[in-house]
Each structure stands twice: as C-alpha cells, then as structure tokens.
C-alpha cells in the first residue's frame, strides 16, 4: 500500500486530497493543528507545521512503524490582509510566512529520509505565486518563495528521482476563500465575473492533478507550476 501526507487535510482542498487518494487505496496521513477523528488508513495527526519539533516528532513516529512514504503534499496554509501601509502589527506576517513557507520546509526536510526513491512532493501554491495583490503581501511572498522552493528542490532532489511540483489553485470554495470574500466584501457570483470560465474550481479538480503528478505517467514532470484557475492569470 503507497503511503501520502497531506498538510491539513482536516478540510477545504486538503480534504478533497486525502479523500482521493484514500479512495485510489493509499494509506493517508493528515497533519493539522487540532484533533480529527481517524478511519482506518486514514489517520489525523495533531502536528503544528510551523513547530519543527512536531514534525521532526510525526517522521520519528513514522520511522518508528517501517513506513516509507510515496507522496508528501504540502497544502496546509493560512491567508490574512496585512498592507504595510496600514498599522497592522508584524504578528500575521510571521505567521503567514511560518505556516506558508517555513511549513513545507519542515516538513521536506523531515520527511526526505522517508521519502521512497521515485516518490513525489506537491506543494499547493496559488495563482497569488505568479502574481501580487495589493493587501496579500506576505501570502504573495510566501507562496512566491513556495514555488521558488518548488524549483530549486526539484533540480536537487531529481538524482533520487523524486519529482518536486506545484499547483497554484485560483478561487476554490472553501473556509479560506469564504474569509477573503467577507473581507472583500464580494460574492461569489463577483468573484465569477473576473474568472474568463466564470466558475470557482473545486477541490476534486485540484485533487485530480496531485494525483497524476503522484503517479507513473508524470515522471518526467518536475520543477514546475500548473495553474488550474478557470483562465484568471492568462
Ligand atoms: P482552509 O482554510 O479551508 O484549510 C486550511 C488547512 O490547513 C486546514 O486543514 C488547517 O487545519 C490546516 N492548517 C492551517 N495551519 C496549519 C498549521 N500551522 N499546521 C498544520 N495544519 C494547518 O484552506 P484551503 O483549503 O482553502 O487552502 C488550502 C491551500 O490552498 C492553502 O495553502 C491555500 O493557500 C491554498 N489556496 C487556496 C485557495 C482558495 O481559493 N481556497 C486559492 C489558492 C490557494 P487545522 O485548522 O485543523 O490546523
């Protein structure tokens, strides 16, 4: 049985991750900062990415039951206004950066001795890696450097034939985007006017495309970013 970790996979697009790869008979774990019910296969782990020791804790444990692991997916992230011409205090840039960024890198780094030869790293990125917006500056800076982590980690982990990749999801209907639209104070339909396909993506479409960039038909696949954002960036 192939073995997948999904950052926060407790909801939104890292439950429809774990859903699908649970469904194609991997075993999952889930990582996130509260208590989740497991099932069998599919188990929640209480671990703070932003905590080193926590994670170092999760690949001990890990380690301790003979696991390897086939798919790490990077997906856990938080989101949060902080213009720095409005006195908004430092706090959600640090967080921001050390859940978006730091996060993966703890994880990556932990993981890596687990990680099967020819295994696969996703990290969920955003259309917000490839451009800026004016009140997201350290979601755009984290997620930016996401994907230059993405990069650089591809070019050195392909002697083991591990493949690095990142999806940069635009809207998909979830706690986060709900967050975001109250504090645009715009709906959905709004938002849909400024997508050319006039839609929201769902988690399902995200989960599909981590699945293939787990599996064998994208081996030749590594360092880069695939959009799937109903046309925004185009
Ligand atoms: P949600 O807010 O719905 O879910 C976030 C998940 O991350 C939860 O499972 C949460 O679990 C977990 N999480 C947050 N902080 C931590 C932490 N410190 N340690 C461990 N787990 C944590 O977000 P989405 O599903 O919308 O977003 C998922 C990813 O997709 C994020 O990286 C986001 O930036 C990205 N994205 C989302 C878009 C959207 O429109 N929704 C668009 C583009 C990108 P818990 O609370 O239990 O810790």
């Known amino acids: 049985m192939k073995t997948i970790v999904v950052t926060g996979g407790s909801r939104g697009i890292g439950l429809a991750i774990a859903q699908k790869f649970w469904d194609e008979s991997y075993e999952v774990f889930c990582l996130s900062r509260f208590e989740h019910p497991s099932k069998e296969n599919w188990k929640y782990v209480k671990c703070d990415i932003r905590d080193k020791k926590q994670v170092e804790e999760f690949a001990k444990h890990l380690h301790s039951k003979q696991k390897k692991v086939d798919t790490i997916i990077n997906n856990a992230g938080i989101a949060g206004s902080n213009s720095l011409d409005v006195d908004s205090g430092d706090e959600l840039w640090y967080d921001i950066i050390a859940t978006n960024l730091h ?10 001795p687990l990680l099967a030869h020819g295994g696969s790293i996703i990290n ?21 450097g996401l994907m230059g982590f993405t990069k650089a980690l591809a070019k050195n982990l392909a002697e083991k034939k591990i493949t690095v990749n990142a999806i940069a999801p635009g809207w998909v209907e979830t706690e986060m985007s709900q967050k975001r639209m109250d504090e645009l104070q715009l709906s959905k339909s709004d938002l849909c006017e400024m997508v050319p396909l006039k839609r929201f993506i769902n988690g399902e479409e995200i989960a599909q495309m981590a699945y293939y960039l787990a599996g064998p038909n994208s ?4 360092g880069q970013s695939f959009v799937i954002d109903g046309g925004f960036l185009s």
């Open 219 to 222: 081996r030749g696949i590594t």
């Open 124 to 144: 969920i990125t955003s259309v917000l890696a490839h451009t800026g917006v004016p009140d997201q500056t350290a979601y755009c800076a984290a997620k930016h």
């Open 103 to 112: 996060g993966p890198y703890h994880v990556c780094k932990a993981l890596l």
